[in-house]
């Protein structure tokens, strides 16, 4: 088990930025792979960006892809969400979560229900 809290959240401009950061604590986070997923008022929760366990592997859904970056410092255990060149479309309440891997896991990391640890979320709101 690992708990994870987010940060960075706020208020942004449309063509700005922001960094979100997920802290983690309660075990080696190195064990851990971590992936973003965010959820607009009256929207479903969906898939946004993934981390593999040492950063060698990234993905990211269609319509952040080019704009947003994760990254991850396991010394410091956090993951990175970077978002640039923000549109009003990307407000949303901005979740990390994880799951812990071993030999045998099959990945399915655009899955809310693949992961089993979640943080409580912060909101990012983009004004036009």
């Known amino acids: 088990q690992v708990q994870l809290v987010e940060s960075g959240g706020g208020l942004g401009q449309a063509g700005g930025s922001l960094r979100l950061s997920c802290a983690a604590s309660?075990?080696?986070?190195?064990?851990?792979?971590v992936g973003w997923f965010r959820q607009p008022p009256g929207k479903e929760r969906d898939f946004v960006s993934f981390?593999?366990?040492?950063?060698?592997?990234?993905n990211y859904a269609d319509p952040v892809k080019g704009r947003f970056t994760i990254s991850r410092d396991n010394a410091k255990n956090t993951v990175y969400l970077q978002m640039n060149s923000l549109k009003p479309e990307d407000t949303a309440v901005y979740y990390c979560?994880?799951?812990?891997?071993?030999?045998?896991?099959?990945?399915?990391?655009?899955?809310?229900?693949?992961?089993?640890?979640w943080g409580q979320g912060t909101q990012v709101t983009v004004s036009s």
């Open positions: 979560a994880a799951r812990e891997i071993y030999i045998g896991n099959t990945y399915s990391v655009g899955l809310t229900s693949w992961y089993d640890n």
């Open positions: 981390i593999s366990w040492n950063g060698d592997m990234t």
């Open positions: 309660g075990r080696a986070f190195s064990r851990y792979v």
